[in-house]
Nanobody
Framework: VQLQASGGGLVQAGGSLRLSCAAS????????VAWFRQTPGKEREFVAG????????HYADSLEGRITISRDNDKKMVYLQMDSLKAEDTAVYYC????????????????????WGQGTLVTVSS
């Protein structure tokens, strides 16, 4: 599975962005997908995850209520809608995927994901 993240950019605090993750390759519909983010000098942190079917989602506590993850398996796309952005949301955002069984719980752990996109930079100005 190959992943390509896009949609990052410069936005003012309080604004919104929608990130996209385009997938190609083998059996994307059998992959759980997650978004992580990283700022310089810090470890990559979990942002949101979505199950194979899209029926289950999980969000980082610090972001819940401001972000929505969704997917379209027919288009092999995953989206991250981010609203009410804050300066501290500035980071490089990565999408990641891993083939999982249907009943697997969503993982928030970076090393559980085998496939990674290249990242897209989100800059929120205060």
């Amino acid at each position: 599975v190959q992943l390509q993240a896009s949609g990052g950019g410069l936005v003012q605090a309080g604004g919104s962005l929608r990130l996209s993750c385009a997938a190609s390759g083998y059996m994307f519909s059998r992959c759980a997908v997650a978004w992580f983010r990283q700022t310089p000098g810090k470890e990559r942190e979990f942002v949101a995850g979505i199950s194979r079917s899209g029926g289950s989602t999980h969000y980082a506590d610090s972001l819940e209520g401001r972000i929505t993850i969704s997917r379209d398996n027919d288009k092999k796309m995953v989206y991250l809608q981010m609203d009410s952005l804050k300066a501290e949301d500035t980071a490089v955002y990565y999408c990641a995927a891993d083939h999982v069984i249907l009943t697997a719980p969503l993982s928030t752990i970076e090393t559980d994901y085998e496939y990674w996109g290249q990242g897209t930079l989100v800059t929120v100005s205060s």
